[in-house]
């Protein structure tokens, strides 16, 4: 409780008994000598105002149960509810025993300076020191649980404040994984370019020069270089084609839809049979998680159909709880049973990465099938944000 409310309860459980008791003194010529040694009690209280260690607020309320105690046995009467007050006082004091030992010593001092007096003076007494007792005692609890509350909104205020802080670093995370992952994307595209469709376009440009020399002496050997020529600059477009494919924006390329896409796609332009199968209750997964889940698919179907020579294609996506595992199954040779020189290393590297950094974790299993299980952590967006 405040000082000044706590002081406003202490006059008023002074000044209004004492008030009254003017009106019984058998003594009219002791008015002055009364109204002294109650402007000393309210003194006393006034003094206590401005003391808040521990010691000497002990000390002043000592003093006042002694001079409380002393004024009921003197005037006796209404001036024993005066001498409950110092009660306010020290129920103030911080560690329960000595609040404790100072209402035992109230007890003692009030009852022993009434003892004279009549049984319901008496009775009166303790039961306002009791009263007094309880009423501090509840208003303590109260202001307690009220600053405990107000500490516990404190704290979970600012778990809010770094919470929000988290919640901008982990976007913000997300974008710089989103962005690692299409530069990861572009610099593959670049190297397969260079590598498959750059080469093509060299043979061709040789053939074309050989194709220039043959043809005056030879036309019908030129004739057929030019259909070579014609051959590798047609799946020279097919494999720019692809690779313009595989360049479009995460956005476009991510998601249930876009697999099913791709998978449609692959069935149509290679007459492999596909199927996309989930499993568990889907939720909603970060654009950097879809891209990865994406790329991962491509490149193992890529790899199955550039390697393996399957016949079908499966995708098996499951859901759980903490965890999204995508299994990408074919029917093809295992990498055993074709030339060491023909297996994508590169490619399963890339995969490896992009899973490492978003946390999971790439798999191959052979037996039944040559299986490609990626695992990605899920934390949904519901319990971040």
């Given at each position: 409780?405040?000082?000044?409310?706590?002081f406003?309860?202490?006059?008023?459980?002074?000044?209004?008994?004492?008030?009254?008791?003017?009106?019984v003194?058998?003594?009219?010529?002791?008015?002055?000598?009364?109204?002294?040694?109650?402007?000393?009690?309210?003194?006393?209280?006034?003094?206590?105002?401005?003391?808040?260690?521990?010691?000497p607020?002990?000390?002043?309320?000592?003093?006042?149960?002694?001079?409380?105690?002393?004024?009921?046995?003197v005037?006796?009467g209404?001036?024993?509810?005066?001498?409950?007050?110092p009660?306010?006082?020290?129920?103030?004091?911080?560690?329960?025993?000595?609040?404790?030992?100072l209402?035992?010593?109230?007890?003692?001092?009030f009852?022993y300076?009434?003892?004279?007096?009549?049984?319901?003076?008496?009775?009166?007494?303790n039961?306002?020191?009791?009263?007094?007792?309880?009423?501090?005692?509840l208003?303590?609890?109260?202001?307690?649980?009220?600053?405990?509350?107000?500490?516990?909104?404190?704290?979970?205020?600012?778990k809010?404040?770094?919470?929000?802080?988290?919640?901008?670093?982990?976007?913000?995370?997300?974008?710089?994984?989103?962005?690692?992952a299409?530069?990861?994307e572009?610099?593959?595209?670049?190297?397969?370019l260079?590598?498959?469709?750059?080469?093509?376009?060299i043979?061709?440009?040789?053939m074309?020069?050989?194709?220039?020399?043959?043809?005056?002496?030879?036309?019908?050997?030129?004739?057929?270089?030019l259909?070579?020529?014609?051959?590798?600059?047609?799946?020279?477009?097919?494999?720019?084609?692809?690779?313009?494919?595989?360049?479009?924006?995460?956005?476009?390329a991510?998601?249930?839809?876009?697999?099913r896409?791709?998978l449609?796609?692959?069935?149509?332009?290679?007459?492999?049979?596909?199927?996309?199968?989930?499993?568990g209750?889907?939720?909603?997964l970060?654009?950097?998680q879809?891209?990865?889940?994406?790329?991962?698919?491509?490149?193992?179907?890529?790899?199955?159909?550039?390697?393996?020579r399957p016949?079908?294609?499966?995708?098996v996506?499951?859901?759980?709880?903490?965890?999204?595992?995508?299994?990408?199954?074919?029917?093809?040779?295992?990498?055993?049973?074709?030339?060491?020189?023909?297996?994508?290393?590169?490619?399963?590297?890339?995969?490896?990465?992009?899973?490492?950094?978003?946390?999971?974790?790439?798999?191959?299993?052979?037996?039944?099938?040559f299986?490609?299980?990626?695992?990605?952590?899920?934390?949904?967006?519901?319990?971040?944000?």
């Open positions: 409780m405040p000082k000044k409310t706590l406003i309860f202490i006059l008023g459980f002074t000044l209004i008994p004492c008030f009254f008791h003017i009106y003194l058998p003594d009219k010529e002791g008015y002055g000598r009364y109204l002294l040694q109650v402007l000393i009690l309210l003194n006393l209280f006034a003094a206590s105002r401005f003391v808040s260690r521990e010691a607020l002990t000390g002043f309320s000592a003093v006042l149960i002694l001079y409380a105690s002393w004024l009921a046995h005037y006796g209404m001036i024993n509810i005066v001498a409950a007050s009660v306010l006082l020290y129920f103030q004091l911080p560690r329960p025993g000595l609040r404790f030992t209402a035992g010593f109230h007890l003692l001092a009852n300076a009434v003892r004279d007096q009549p049984l319901e003076w008496i009775v009166t007494g039961l306002m020191m009791l009263a007094f007792a309880v009423l501090l005692s208003l303590r609890e109260s202001a307690l649980t009220r600053m405990h509350a107000d500490h516990q909104f404190d704290a979970l205020r600012k809010h404040y770094e919470l929000d802080e988290a919640r901008n670093r982990l976007l913000v995370f997300t974008k710089q994984v989103e962005g690692a299409q530069a990861e572009r610099n593959r595209i670049s190297r397969e260079h590598d498959e469709v750059g080469h093509r376009l043979r061709a440009k040789m074309m020069e050989a194709a220039l020399q043959v043809i005056p002496g030879d036309p019908d050997k030129g004739m057929g270089l259909l070579q020529i014609r051959d590798q600059l047609s799946s020279g477009l097919d494999e720019m084609r692809a690779a313009v494919r595989r360049i479009r924006p995460a956005g476009e991510a998601g249930l839809l876009s697999l896409q791709m449609e796609e692959v069935g149509r332009e290679t007459g492999v049979r596909t199927r996309l199968t989930l499993e209750d889907p939720c909603s970060y654009p950097s879809e891209l990865i889940l994406y790329k991962n698919a491509r490149e193992a179907i890529t790899n199955a159909l550039k390697h393996g016949e079908t294609v499966d995708i996506i499951a859901y759980d709880t903490r965890e999204i595992t995508m299994a990408v199954s074919n029917d093809g040779a295992l990498p055993g049973q074709v030339p060491p020189s023909q297996t994508g290393g590169m490619g399963m590297q890339g995969m490896k990465e992009r899973c490492a950094l978003a946390g999971g974790s790439l798999d191959v299993v052979l037996e039944p099938m299986t490609v299980i990626t695992k990605l952590p899920v934390t949904q967006r519901s319990e971040i944000i």
